[in-house]
């Protein structure tokens, strides 16, 4: 079984910055795609960036230039870098991966959610 653990959300004022991780653990192979989606109150989830086992990136347009997403494959973990956040980034952010577990089975895995509130 894979578990994630989410951490680095919080209040920030707008222009500021955070720093998002989530690390994988448990029993598995490989680890293929990695990504943050998040949900603002009232909105679906939406894929926010993606970063491929070959280190390959893709953002949602919204956050281009402002957003880094970047992975550890010794630690089994990957970030998201924000700045110049703004009050439409005010989300609960959510980690998933794509992965074959110790059966060589494919699985997606989703984090518990941590909320970045950006607000004066």
């Known amino acids: 079984q894979v578990q994630l653990v989410e951490s680095g959300g919080g209040l920030v004022q707008p222009g500021g910055s955070l720093r998002l991780s989530c690390a994988a653990s448990?029993?598995?192979?490989?680890?293929?795609?990695m990504g943050w989606y998040r949900q603002a109150p009232g909105k679906q989830r939406e894929l926010v960036a993606e970063?491929?086992?070959?280190?390959?990136?893709d953002y949602v347009e919204s956050v281009k230039g402002r957003f880094t997403i970047s992975r550890d494959n010794a630690k089994n973990t990957v970030y998201l870098q924000m700045n110049s956040l703004k009050p439409d980034d005010t989300a609960v952010y959510y980690c998933n991966i794509s992965v074959y577990d110790h059966l060589y089975r494919y699985n997606e895995v989703w984090g518990q959610g941590t909320l970045v509130t950006v607000s004066s």
């Open positions: 970063i491929t086992s070959g280190g390959i990136t």
């Open positions: 448990g029993s598995f192979f490989n680890i293929l795609t």
